[in-house]
């Protein structure tokens, strides 16, 4: 089992934005603050497919999983969950309620900003 990071500081950084559940061109702009959104957008795909920074993705879930005991959500399946509430809500307060925390979540609400700030949850 390898026992530390072989990326470089900013990989390091996008790495742990996706396995936190970050889309690759929020993980970007968080691991590359300077950069715009539009510049961020090709260059988080090219690292995305990157094959050390899958490995390390992957590393860092599986290590917040252990750490987690298996009960904490990821962001995809917590955003499935408020999916399925806004859809089929008996109440629409409900439903409003579950479509504004998707929001933010998705870096869509009232107070979303452009600051992207990485916490780890495997330290």
Do not use: C
């Amino acid at each position: 089992m390898r026992m530390g990071s072989v990326l470089s500081g900013p990989h390091q950084k996008f790495a742990e934005g996706i396995a936190l559940g970050l889309n690759a061109t929020d993980a970007y702009v968080a691991a590359y603050p300077a950069s715009t959104r539009v510049a961020a957008g090709p260059n988080a795909g090219r690292l995305i497919k990157n094959d050390k920074i899958l490995e390390e993705v992957e590393r860092l879930r599986l290590k917040a999983e252990e750490a987690a005991g298996g009960v904490v959500l990821t962001l995809v399946e917590k955003r499935t969950i408020l999916a399925q509430i806004a859809r089929g809500g008996e109440r629409d307060g409900d439903r409003i309620n579950a479509i504004k925390a998707d929001n933010d979540l998705g870096g869509d609400g009232a107070d979303a900003t452009l600051a992207i700030r990485i916490v780890k949850a495997w330290d």
